[in-house]
């Protein structure tokens, strides 16, 4: 039942690490997004320049791999699929109301979570129905 959990919960659960404790206080947008934003390392490229990369970046690039297995899940004809969906519907509409009513969310990089979100969930939904749909067919 642990394949049913949504991946996409890893990166909500790291975002909110960072942006809950990362700063005593009241978290504002602006505190939020200096502290994603913020390098923790830098890699040197072949043009001179630094790229530097923060916790925020960190945080989208493994969502955007978490997103590739979540695809790669949502073809599943098991009925653990079913749940799977369920409970990225739920982790969209927490995320969504994260975003919308809390300070520290409204960030770009939040953002990009949300999308990333919504996007597994309308996959899983399309999948699912084109996938049932196909079956239906060979039934009939």
Request: aromatic share 10%.
């Amino acid at each position: 039942m642990l394949i049913a959990i949504p991946l996409l919960l890893i990166p909500v659960i790291l975002y909110n690490i960072v942006v809950l404790f990362g700063a005593p206080g009241d978290m504002g947008m602006a505190q939020a997004d200096a502290i994603l934003r913020d390098p923790m390392f830098s890699i040197p490229m072949a043009s001179g320049a630094q790229w530097n990369i923060g916790s925020g970046d960190l945080i989208l690039f493994l969502g955007l791999i978490l997103l590739f297995f979540e695809l790669i899940k949502s073809t599943s004809s098991q009925k653990v699929a079913i749940v799977n969906h369920a409970l990225s519907m739920v982790l969209f509409i927490v995320v969504l109301v994260e975003f919308l009513l809390i300070r520290g969310f409204a960030t770009s990089t939040f953002f990009l979570i949300v999308v990333m979100i919504l996007l597994d969930v309308l996959a899983g939904f399309i999948v699912t129905i084109i996938s049932s749909r196909k079956d239906f067919d060979l039934a009939g």
